[in-house]
């Protein structure tokens, strides 16, 4: 499970240190629509060769990197169109829309926006998928996203020209690319992830980015609410209230999620939002 590898040797900042924020902010969670890696592992798992723990994207099985950073299938973006209608009831008054640099959350989030309004969008690796091993899961260049999406989506904030996760991962040898991230590690990021989240002046807040990575928020940082039980499906949206308290005003019940709050120096309290319109379900049976 997330965090059961955590050490809780980290230590809260220091609260003069600390960049001052929004108690509660209203945040919107969405997983992006299917993509080809989507449709080649159901594939791939339903061949009656199918060997149990092997996957069409890993760099030995795509060798030719056929799946690099996957894009949405047509399917993937009807999803995502069909957040719309849900985001224009909903969402707008987002005044920030962070997306996941790989494609398929980014073609989401931009998609699902299409009609609303969003003063800034920006690429932000903490939103990154589960990293390492798998192809459809490492980035395009900087430069290569830029030239997609540099006219809708902010990259000044990804540093790394090429994807830092990626060849660093057991960078060692034979093992070179072929470790996948640590649930440790990516709940790391799903901690910063939530850090820049409080700390932006902007209080009506939309994540686009992957299953992973969104089940680390809710299953290892986020408390008080079942809304993140279950995995998240393609092209899902969740929203919930974040109420951000101070991590020594914790009680001694978060259990192995203490060791994250004491990373963020803060707990989160997630709140399903009252009354949204979900599509969730109508929009998994027309698909």
């Keep these: 499970k997330f965090g059961d590898d955590l050490q809780t040797d980290v230590t809260i900042p220091p609260a003069a240190k600390r960049v ?6 209203r945040v919107h969670f969405i997983r992006h629509g299917e993509g080809h890696h989507n449709v080649a592992q159901r594939e791939w798992r339903a061949s009656k060769d199918y060997v149990e723990g092997t996957e069409p994207y890993t760099i030995d099985t795509d060798v030719d990197y056929k799946y690099l950073d996957a894009e949405l299938t047509d399917k993937g973006t009807r999803q995502a169109k069909q957040l719309q209608d849900y985001v224009s009831r909903n969402c707008n008054h987002t005044q920030l829309l962070i997306v996941s640099p790989l494609r398929r959350a980014t073609q989401t989030g931009l998609h699902a926006f299409e009609q609303v309004a969003v003063p800034r969008v920006v690429a932000l690796e903490a939103a990154h998928e589960r990293a390492g091993r798998h192809t459809c899961d490492k980035r395009l260049s900087k430069t290569e996203l830029q030239k997609l999406f540099g006219d809708r989506v902010d990259y000044e904030l990804i ?6 996760f990626f060849w660093e991962l057991g960078a060692k040898g034979d093992m070179r690319g072929r470790v ?11 901690v910063d992830l939530l850090k820049f989240i409080m700390e932006c002046p902007e209080t009506e807040i939309a994540v686009a980015a992957h299953s992973a990575l969104l089940q680390a928020v809710f299953t290892c940082v986020l408390q008080g609410s079942d809304i993140g039980a279950t995995w998240f499906g393609t092209g899902e949206i969740r929203s919930c209230d974040l109420t951000f308290l101070e991590a020594k005003a914790c009680s001694k019940g978060y259990g192995r999620r203490r060791g994250w709050i004491m990373a963020l120096g803060l707990a989160v309290v997630a709140t399903a939002v009252p009354k949204v319109l979900s599509l969730t379900n109508s929009m998994r049976q027309k698909n």
């Design 20 to 25: 001052h924020f929004t108690p509660v902010k």
């Design 159 to 164: 540093e790394d020209e090429e994807d830092p």
């Design 180 to 190: 996948r991230e640590s649930p440790r590690s990516m709940t790391l990021r799903a």
